[in-house]
């Protein structure tokens, strides 16, 4: 089993509770890693080094496995993420119809690029590949919900809507 060392330790006290708080909610098995790691990301927090590191150590696994997976699934990520994460499918469908002009609304709108969040914490925006919704391209994941048949302007009045939950708290 792996130590932390003591500073890290001390600098990641809020991580260190949320570790333990989903493995305490999950069970400290191996087979808890996926879940373990999807609480961590429902919170906003980066499953970086350290965080690989601690889930690894209370699960009993080896880090490597922890980074196997958190890095095939990329929708596990490795960054810190805003409030909401928006994720724009650039496979054929809705490449195909028209998926670069909404990326670049976007862009645009958010005032940031893929792979970036927003200055006040709120948007994540990145790029997915196929979200199961090529009946209605071009399409994005807004959290876990799936939009389809994209306009600049109903990515305006969902990005809208959004702003306007987190303004009224
Ligand atoms: S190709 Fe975009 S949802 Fe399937």
Redesign the pocket.
């Known amino acids: 089993m792996l130590t932390i060392p003591p500073d890290v330790a001390e600098a990641s006290a809020d991580l260190i509770a949320a570790v333990d708080d989903a493995v305490a909610y999950r069970g400290p098995y191996r087979g808890s890693l996926i879940p373990v790691l999807q609480d961590l990301r429902a919170r906003h927090l980066p499953l970086d080094g350290t965080a690989m590191q601690l889930v690894a150590d209370r699960l009993g696994i080896p880090p490597v496995e922890v980074f196997g997976v958190v890095s095939f699934y990329s929708f596990l990520g490795t960054n810190a993420t805003g409030t909401h994460t928006i994720r724009l ?7 195909m119809a028209g ?1 670069k002009s909404i990326a670049a609304h976007l862009e645009e709108v958010l005032g940031v690029g893929f792979g970036g969040t927003t200055a006040d914490g709120l948007f994540t925006l990145e790029w997915a590949n ?5 009946d209605a ?3 994005m994941l807004v959290d876990q919900r799936a939009l ?1 048949h994209l306009t600049p302007a109903s990515v305006d009045e969902v990005i809208g809507a959004l702003r306007a939950e987190a303004a009224e708290g």
């Open positions: 499918c650039r496979t054929l469908s809705c490449e998926a196929c979200i199961g919704r090529c391209p071009p399409a389809g």
